[in-house]
């Protein structure tokens, strides 16, 4: 019943749809009761979600990345330290080449720390195997990323389902892709999709495997302005569902204006954790 419902969506009325169906409707599709879960861990307000109660999904201490390389030293990150709660949306600003990337790389398990410690749900990703890195990736993250990263020969159905094959409780990829506007252009290939439209496959593909975290890399970095706000809402609005904390890397200011918590990041430094007590509701943003 639900893919019959998600088939007749368009982007055009899923731009309409509330968060309160999105979020119905992922909760069945996922088979978990989200608002639940929600209300049973950290504390949800507004539309930023907050570092509340709960124990932090993801904590560092004194994380750094460094390079050697030709008798110099670059350090790309130097000794963070931070904890990300659940259902939290957070924005990391701050100059290029001020470590963002690497902090995410870290978080995703696509990298590992020089120096520090890091926990996922208190599991210290510095002690992880590749393999046991691997199944982190494959089972935990969905990530996107600024270019989406889609192979080209492969259909927006297909796409999906790849991402699908290799985890262990996928949802439906044809669903996942109703869910974030695409029905009707399952068998469309990335070329013949807008950049926003890309994304969205992207997006389905991050999140087709129930991550349990997803990371973003200027999603909007190579979006026009309209599909820019209209990604932001969709991470968002799947972090609420799917209760998990978002990050979002980027260059626009205005994007962390519906963010509860930004990271200002500078020389590799988390400089300063913007507080925003009454984050602009999504439905607003404008960029
Ligand atoms: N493999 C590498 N070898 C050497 N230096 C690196 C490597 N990867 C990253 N760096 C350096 O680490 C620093 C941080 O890079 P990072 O990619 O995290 O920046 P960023 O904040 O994501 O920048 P941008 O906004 O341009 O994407 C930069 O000085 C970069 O040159
Ligand atoms: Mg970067």
Redesign the pocket.
């Known amino acids: 019943m639900i893919s019959e419902v998600i088939s007749e969506m368009t982007s055009e009325v899923i731009s309409e749809m509330t968060s309160e169906v999105i979020s119905e409707m992922t909760s069945e599709m996922i088979g978990r009761p989200t608002a639940a879960a929600a209300a049973a861990g950290a504390v949800v307000a507004g539309a930023g979600g907050i570092a509340g109660s709960g124990a932090p999904v993801l904590k560092g201490e004194n994380v750094s990345r460094y390079?050697d390389?030709a008798g110099i030293r670059?350090t790309?990150l130097d000794q963070v330290s931070f904890e990300i709660y659940q259902d939290e949306f957070v924005v990391v600003l701050?100059?290029?080449?001020?470590?963002?990337?690497?902090?995410l790389n870290l978080l995703g398990g696509m990298d590992q720390p020089s120096g520090g410690k890091l926990w996922y749900q208190g599991r210290d990703l510095t002690t992880f195997t590749p393999g046991q890195l691997s199944d982190y990736r494959r089972e935990v993250v969905g990530f996107v990323f600024q270019f989406f990263n889609l192979l080209p020969s492969l259909t927006a159905l297909e796409n999906v389902a790849l991402a699908a094959a290799v985890a262990k409780e996928a949802m439906s990829p044809g669903e996942v892709l109703g869910l974030v506007g695409l029905a009707g252009r399952e068998r469309h290939f990335p070329a013949q999709l807008s950049g926003g439209e890309q994304q969205r496959v992207s997006i389905a593909r991050a999140i087709v495997k129930r991550p349990a975290l997803l990371l973003c890399d200027?999603p909007t970095g190579a979006l026009d302005s309209k599909n820019s706000a209209a990604v932001v809402r969709l991470l968002l609005e799947m972090g609420r569902a799917f209760h998990c904390p978002v990050l979002v890397?980027t260059?626009n200011g205005e994007v962390a204006r519906v963010a509860r918590r930004v990271f200002y990041?500078k020389d590799?430094r988390i400089d300063r954790v913007g507080i925003n007590p009454s984050p602009l509701p999504v439905e607003e943003l404008v960029l």
Not at 94 to 103: A, E, F, H, R, V
């Open positions: 390079y390389g670059v790309a701050g100059p290029s080449g001020s470590g963002k990337s690497t902090l200027e890397i260059h990041m590799g």
